[in-house]
């Protein structure tokens, strides 16, 4: 595709269900990305997939959170038991290899937990 | 660990005024340093970058330069129009082993006049 695409742009939920929020990265890229953004707030660091394995998950804020790349393209972000506190937007962005390339981010998911 | 720091907002200009973001950031070693504008609605886009001590990143009119000795990458435009009006955000990703990651300031949001 053109650019990183995220699905769905908007998700509301109660709290204590399970999420997924689904990434496709710019056809190509190896390395793909995760990240949060509170409102107001910068963008923060959740996890990195080089390939199909996480090569850092540090920022993960609780085990509640797992994300998966199973063939090395698309990946999936998984919330289970989800709180209020995990409302935001989920960004996910590509680059073409690791190293400090250029990221490009998608659009973002809307998380609202109720 | 690495951070940046950016003016806070919001910054409220009339059209074709100067405009200055003042971004400081704190890294070991020699970070490339990034300016993200994300529109209203829209998605992270990159809008400049530099990769070493004195290079100047400059696209639509903005301009920011990469200044070692006093850790910083201001962002400057000489005339802003409305189109302008955004949250633009000051980045780095560190030459250290965590050298992938985005770190992102808080955002600066700014309303352009006409």
Same mark, same amino acid.
């Given at each position: 595709g053109a650019g990183v695409s995220q699905t769905p742009s908007n998700k509301v939920t109660e709290k204590g269900k399970y999420?997924?929020?689904?990434?496709? @990265? +710019?056809s190509g890229h190896t390395a793909l990305y995760w990240y949060r953004q509170s409102l107001g707030q910068g963008p923060e660091f959740? +996890?990195?997939?080089?390939?199909?394995? $996480? $090569?850092?998950? /540090?920022?993960? @804020?609780?085990?509640?959170f797992f994300a998966?790349? @199973?063939e090395g393209s698309v990946s999936t972000l998984k919330i289970q038991r989800t709180e209020r506190g995990d409302s935001a937007v989920y960004?996910? $962005?590509? /680059?073409?290899?690791?190293?400090?390339? +250029?990221?490009?981010?998608?659009?973002?998911?809307?998380l609202s937990v109720l | 660990g690495d951070s940046v720091t950016q003016?806070? =907002?919001? *910054? !409220?200009? %009339? &059209?074709?005024?100067?405009? !200055?973001i003042n971004c400081t950031y704190t890294a070991t070693g020699y970070p490339s340093l990034f300016w993200y504008v994300q529109y209203p609605g829209e998605g992270l886009q990159l809008l400049l970058k530099a990769t070493k001590a004195d290079d100047k990143g400059s696209n639509k009119g903005f301009e920011a330069t990469y200044r070692k000795e !006093? !850790? %910083?990458?201001?962002? &400057?435009? =000489? #005339? *802003?129009? *409305? #189109?302008? %009006?955004? *949250?633009y955000f000051c980045a780095l990703i560190g030459s250290g082993t965590g050298g992938f990651k985005t770190i992102f300031g808080a955002g600066t949001r700014l309303f352009v006049k006409a």
């Open positions: 999420v997924e929020l689904r990434c496709d @990265p +710019i959740l +996890i990195y997939f080089q390939g199909t394995g $996480a $090569a850092d998950d /540090s920022g993960l @804020p609780n085990d509640r998966v790349r @199973p960004l996910c $962005a590509s /680059s073409p290899g690791q190293g400090r390339n +250029i990221q490009y981010f998608g659009a973002g998911t809307r | 003016m806070e =907002g919001p *910054v !409220t200009l %009339s &059209e074709e005024a100067f405009l !200055t !006093t !850790t %910083s990458f201001h962002l &400057e435009k =000489g #005339s *802003v129009q *409305v #189109s302008d %009006s955004a *949250v």
